[in-house]
């Protein structure tokens, strides 16, 4: 880059700087991809589970404070199936991914007909009731299955080393920086999360069921005058939402292990994403699930994950109190 | 019934609990001390929920302001304890007027949630800074802080008549506000905000007193807390110290003056039973909200008021 006259100088402080800005540079760019990728792993967990939450939020007018712990519950019975189940981790592994969801989304089903249809699904009440189902849910967690991280096998972990486009000496150029990998499972939890994403708005707008939740969700008196049975229909809504929670659980105890506090981060992140994305509304969840998870990744690479969370959280708490109307739905909650 | 009985029954727990300090055993002194320093935040919670109709999902931010705001002062410039004392509750007072303003924009379900996150905010940035706050581990109060008029506070007798002092004035200072005209506009407000707005209570303004009044009581008993107990941490922070009040005040009878003790008695020997079994203590904590929500939301006090007592404050 020096420029031909330049090159006799002496001074070695300005081409040596600059030759270091280069190799910032150069290290940067494959650094900052690593972090994105990772952020774009956490943005698909976090979108899948912060649906469920807004599914939720969206037909039943209702704020799960429990939602964490039935992804940790998907996490700790992936664990659970996965060492009691033989036959090799993939097929251990998709047994998990079928029967985890399924158990949690039953056991949530029944919470919801147990406890919060008794409440009349009032706002408040039911916030209560929901911190108090995250402390039976946890703490039954760690009288059962302890207060160890457990790790699961992930069906396949081949190292895929990525390339990288420089500008060399010969024009462009690949080449794969050391350090500069993902695995396929990573590759493949992202599109996992796509195609169920993508699934789950067939669902809710190409099927009959879909169609009876939305009806529900737009008015509830009407649905039950036509005759829809609207108690099932929410039982089976937080059933669902609980089982997409436990099904990111199954996605993430690969990479991250099961441990019965891992609700908490999980659910902070959830309640973030269905905020700015405004809760009810599935499309603007995934988006705000994207930004949050690619900008928490990439913060947290470069800076503190603490720090990232404070700014985060505060971020939202203000957007709440500056456009509460806008991110609830229109309504004045 | 007439005033001379509800004082009757509020002074004469008072004397009972001072009664206590010289007939109850060594350890039972020690878990009443510590629960009516506990009731103190309770009944602070218990204004802004109970009698405003405020569900704060984040009052431990107020509870650890008191705490660390009275613990620093201590740690770092070795005041002395009524100095530190101050500095604690000016800081829940501050935190609580801020907050307010912020999150009584909003009402509700949101006004849960905000409280939540700015609580959350409050509690990572103590755990961020470990210069400052010693993080996780939190730090132990310097014993030049723990002494008061040539006492010192870590010994149990003392311990128990300040515990028992803070608790008796904040005790009847509830009463007194509950009875006066502005406790009455809280209530007002709780019932019904249109109506009250309507006859002209500015209803902002209002909550907002109620919020800074119960932030400063928190923040009073987490000064306490510390100064007696001599430990600050972050878990006085964290979630599980804004839900606690909570089902305080749920189990005891929210909008009730003795509510709060009894529903932090309850549930302070219920918890202290149950970790002598498992570990899993909070799994009772659990239980009791979802109890107390399906088949008591008056709580123990708001029954007797429901049945017994109707004008009992």
Not at chain 1, 4 to 31: E, I, K, N, S, W
Request: hydrophobic share 55%.
């Amino acid at each position: 880059m020096d420029m031909p006259g330049t090159a006799p100088c002496v001074c070695p402080l300005p081409g040596g700087a600059r030759a270091q800005d280069a190799t910032d540079f150069m290290d940067f760019g494959p650094y900052l991809m690593l972090a994105m990728l990772e952020g774009a792993v956490l943005a698909s967990v976090l979108a899948l589970m912060a649906s469920g939450l807004s599914l939720v939020f969206g037909v039943m007018r209702v704020v799960n404070v429990a939602h964490g712990e039935f992804y940790m519950l998907g996490a700790v019975m992936a664990w659970a199936v996965t060492s009691f189940i033989g036959g090799g981790p993939a097929l251990a592994f998709i047994a998990a991914a079928i029967l985890a969801p399924l158990l949690v989304g039953g056991l949530a089903a029944l919470a919801d007909i147990v406890i919060l249809k008794r409440l009349n699904y009032d706002p408040e009440r039911t916030i209560v009731a929901t911190i108090g189902l995250l402390y039976i849910l946890q703490q039954a967690t760690l009288m059962s299955y302890g207060a160890d991280a457990r790790p699961v096998v992930p069906p396949f972990n081949h190292r895929i080393a990525l390339p990288w486009i420089e500008w060399g000496e010969g024009g462009l150029a690949f080449y794969f920086p050391w350090g500069l990998s993902t695995t396929s499972y990573k590759l493949f939890v992202i599109g996992a999360a796509v195609v169920l994403i993508a699934a789950l708005r067939l669902f809710m707008t190409r099927s009959r069921a879909g169609l009876i939740m939305r009806a529900t969700q737009l008015d509830g008196d009407m649905a039950t005058a036509f005759g829809i049975p609207v108690e099932r229909v929410y039982a089976a809504v937080f059933g669902v939402g609980a089982g997409l929670a436990a099904l990111a659980g199954v996605l993430i105890v690969p990479i991250q292990q099961a441990h019965y506090l891992m609700g908490g981060d999980a659910l902070l992140l959830s309640f973030i994403v269905v905020i700015i994305g405004g809760l009810g509304s599935l499309a603007g969840t995934i988006v705000a699930a994207v930004l949050i998870g690619m900008s928490d990744g990439i913060i947290s690479v470069f800076f503190s994950p603490t720090l990232a969370k404070i700014l985060a959280t505060l971020a939202v708490a203000l957007v709440l109190v500056f456009r509460p109307q806008g991110l609830f739905g229109g309504k004045g909650r | 019934m007439s005033a001379r009985y509800y004082w009757g029954l509020h002074l004469g727990l008072i004397a009972l609990l001072f009664a206590g300090h010289f007939v109850l055993p060594a350890y039972q002194h020690g878990n009443v001390a510590r629960i009516m320093v506990l009731a103190v935040y309770a009944m602070g919670y218990n204004i802004a929920f109970g009698y405003t109709g405020l569900l704060s999902l984040g009052h431990a931010m107020f509870f650890g302001a008191g705490m660390y705001g009275m613990g620093l002062l201590s740690y770092h410039f070795d005041a002395g304890a009524l100095p530190a004392m101050a500095a604690g509750i000016v800081a829940g007072a501050m935190l609580s007027l801020v907050v307010g303003l912020l999150a009584l924009r909003t009402a509700g379900v949101s006004f849960m949630i905000v409280t939540l996150m700015f609580s959350q905010a409050l509690a990572m940035t103590l755990v961020y800074f470990r210069d400052i706050t010693r993080g996780d581990e939190g730090f132990v109060i310097p014993s030049a802080t723990r002494r008061l008029w040539g006492m010192d506070l870590s010994d149990e007798a003392h311990r128990y008549l300040i515990a028992w002092g803070l608790f008796s004035i904040v005790l009847i200072f509830t009463l007194w506000l509950v009875r006066h005209r502005w406790g009455r506009v809280f209530v007002a407000l709780r019932e019904n905000e249109e109506r009250a707005s309507l006859l002209g209570y500015d209803a902002f303004r209002t909550k907002l007193g109620a919020l800074v009044i119960s932030g400063t009581i928190s923040a009073l008993s987490g000064a306490a807390y510390a100064l007696l107990f001599g430990y600050a941490g972050a878990t006085f922070a964290g979630v599980q110290y804004s839900i606690f009040p909570l089902l305080w005040v749920l189990l005891g009878g929210a909008g009730t003056v003795l509510g709060p003790f009894v529903g932090a008695l309850f549930m302070f020997y219920l918890i202290d039973l149950s970790s002598g079994v498992t570990d899993a203590y909070m799994l009772i904590a659990g239980v009791a909200l979802v109890l107390l929500t399906l088949f008591l939301p008056q709580g123990l006090v708001g029954e007797v008021k429901r049945r017994l007592w109707r004008d009992l404050p």
